[in-house]
């Protein structure tokens, strides 16, 4: 199957195939009059129309090409969401009420709120609930142009619900196109039933859950809430080590709240990613910079929380490869919002127009180790792109919180209207 898209108003791709770090974020390559030529899922041309319509004469006929003309749009990457926690069970909707009238989160907790409703509600929901429900939010980011997902375990805190809820990816990934990438995150929180005995409940997951994750090929990541109160860098190194030594890579959840080091310890490790970062000091940008772990900041969670946000423009500026991404979650981010994630990092986080693009496509597609094949529009790699109802990527980010995707390709398939 042969795909031509041309006459594009404009095309905007970072380029390469390892994350960009630093100024080299903003190296972004625009055509204007552009097109792209695919051949079974794979793109084979990027350039001007002319060029494009070349290498499809080069090519030879072909009995289905489907041709596009793009006038007055633009095509870009499809964005990758490198950190979500989209499969669950139950919502939040009454906690989130009861924050914004003002009750303590403590007092929601005491209520039997927080994520210890969202660990009941999954661990109470059947497969098929929670495939029926994952597909719903799977569609919705297809339509904010989402084209790779990473998510995460972490609202079993058991054995069961937590393979379960990686069963549910997996089932997910064979029927509809979004890539999923799979994260064991048992170390989300501790459990009530192990409340005050943390590094049993970490030895819980290191020796018993982590090598059936491994065994069955459930993840190809762990996951670690380093934070003040749930898991120290103690334990996030130790859990660290045990997944390394079951061939799982790591990410991590750090310096959220408050400051332990998680930053400092991910670069050390090697760890794909380090996110959140609000409260990141000098050291840990440093050690980022100095390291290939990617810093993924999650500017829709700080806008919900009402924190202030990541200092991007201080990590790119001392050579950090910054993504962003969405931290879908029923507790304290529930937008699938891509749009308000561009709003806020060009608002709030004072990073350019092209920096958030490398940030969304080529970056988080490094983080999930897929730079090789993702996250850029160029020959060689897998069709993956964006048309957007407007003719230059500033005015993606122009349109505020709008979603401006028309049509999705997965593959070099046709996924949206
Ligand atoms: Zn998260």
Redo the contacts with the bound molecule.
């Keep these: 199957m042969r795909v031509l898209i041309i006459h594009a108003s404009e095309l905007a791709t970072p380029i390469g195939t390892s994350a960009r770090k630093g100024a080299a974020m903003r190296a972004v390559t625009i055509i204007k009059n552009a097109g792209v030529l695919i051949e079974d899922g794979v793109i084979r041309c990027v350039g001007p129309t002319a060029d494009v319509l070349a290498a499809e004469r080069a090519l030879g006929p072909s009995p289905d090409t489907l041709t596009i003309s793009a006038e007055g749009k633009t095509l870009t990457p499809g964005y990758v969401d490198s950190?979500t926690?989209f499969v669950y069970g139950g919502d939040r909707a009454d906690e989130f009420v009861q924050r914004l009238e003002g009750v303590p989160y403590m007092e929601i907790m005491a209520r039997g709120g927080g994520i210890a409703s969202t660990t009941r509600a999954t661990r109470n929901a059947t497969e098929e609930e929670l495939e029926t429900v994952g597909l719903d939010r799977l569609k919705v980011m297809l339509r904010y142009g989402v084209t790779t997902v990473e998510g995460?375990s972490g609202y079993g805190l058991d054995e069961a619900t937590e393979l379960k809820q990686l069963e549910v990816m997996k089932r997910l990934s064979a029927v509809q196109p979004v890539e999923i990438v799979r994260t064991f995150m048992g170390a989300h929180a501790t459990p009530a039933e192990y409340k005050g005995r943390e590094d049993e409940f970490i030895d819980f997951m290191i020796y018993r859950v982590m090598p059936k994750v491994a065994e069955a090929r459930l993840a190809e990541y762990v996951d670690i809430?380093c934070e003040k109160n749930v898991f120290d860098v103690a334990q996030a190194r130790r859990y660290f080590e045990a997944a390394a030594k079951l061939g799982l890579q790591t990410r991590i959840?750090a310096e959220e709240i408050v400051n332990l080091g998680g930053a400092q310890l991910a670069a050390e490790m090697g760890s794909a990613s380090a996110?959140?970062l609000l409260q990141i000091n000098d050291d840990g940008i440093r050690a980022l910079a100095a390291s290939n772990t990617i810093a993924t900041l999650?500017p829709a969670?700080a806008f919900c929380l009402r924190e202030h946000y990541a200092p991007a423009r201080r990590m790119i500026d001392s050579g950090c490869a910054v993504a962003l991404a969405s931290?879908y979650?029923p507790g304290s981010c529930h937008t699938q919002s891509i749009p308000l994630v561009i709003s806020l990092a060009a608002l709030y986080m004072a990073m350019t127009c092209e920096e958030i693009l490398t940030a969304l496509t080529l970056n988080g597609a490094a983080s999930l180790k897929r730079a090789d094949h993702i996250g850029s529009l160029e020959a060689g790699k897998q069709a993956d792109l964006i048309i957007h109802a407007c003719p230059t990527f500033r005015h993606v980010i122009y349109s505020v919180a709008e979603n401006t995707v028309e049509a999705v390709f997965k593959n070099g398939r046709r996924k949206t209207q």
């Design positions: 950190h926690h995460k809430f959840h996110d959140h999650l969670t931290d979650n």
